[in-house]
């Protein structure tokens, strides 16, 4: 009876445990689970090398390999921490790089297949374009006296 006492208060226990928002996190985000594991990982490689026999002390002052691990681990731990605290991340909805994509997409549509649109953007950036109309200043040249003319003058 004890045993099935046990066994039920240990059954709640693990439904707790999945209700738990920081489990449901750790379960679901691979880059939580990554660092916990690399944080274990060095957390245990540090252990091993400072109970060598040589004592802690001389083992965390002296043992540049237990000095790495503890600093990889406590990086991937407070990068742990720093991801539990903010929750997960949505993905980002990319409406507005997406509309402004379009809107040049068919900006240049548009400047390529209307002339006269072409023009007036011409002229905005650029003027109006000058309509050249040449007018002559000076006069034109006497025309020649004919020959036929000058021979009735001189009989």
Do not use: C, H
Not at 26 to 52: E, K, T
Not at 75 to 85: E, P, T
Not at 136 to 141: G, I, K, Y
């Amino acid at each position: 009876m004890a045993a099935s006492k046990r066994a039920s208060k240990a059954r709640d226990a693990a439904e707790g445990a999945w209700t738990n928002p920081y489990v449901q996190r750790i379960v679901q985000d691979p880059s939580l689970r990554d660092d916990v594991r690399v944080a274990y990982d060095n957390l245990r490689s540090a252990y091993g090398r400072a109970a060598n026999g040589k004592g802690p002390a001389k083992a965390l002052l002296e043992d540049k390999k237990v000095q790495k691990d503890l600093k990889t681990a406590g990086d991937a731990l407070r990068s742990a921490s720093i991801s539990l605290r903010e929750g997960q991340k949505k993905p980002r909805k990319r409406r507005l790089g997406r509309l402004l994509f379009i809107s040049i997409v068919g900006t240049g549509l548009a400047l390529a297949l209307s002339e006269n649109l072409r023009n007036k953007l011409l002229d905005a950036l650029f003027g109006a374009e000058e309509e050249f109309d040449y007018t002559s200043t000076t006069a034109p040249p006497a025309p020649a006296p004919s020959p036929a003319a000058s021979g009735a003058s001189n009989n």
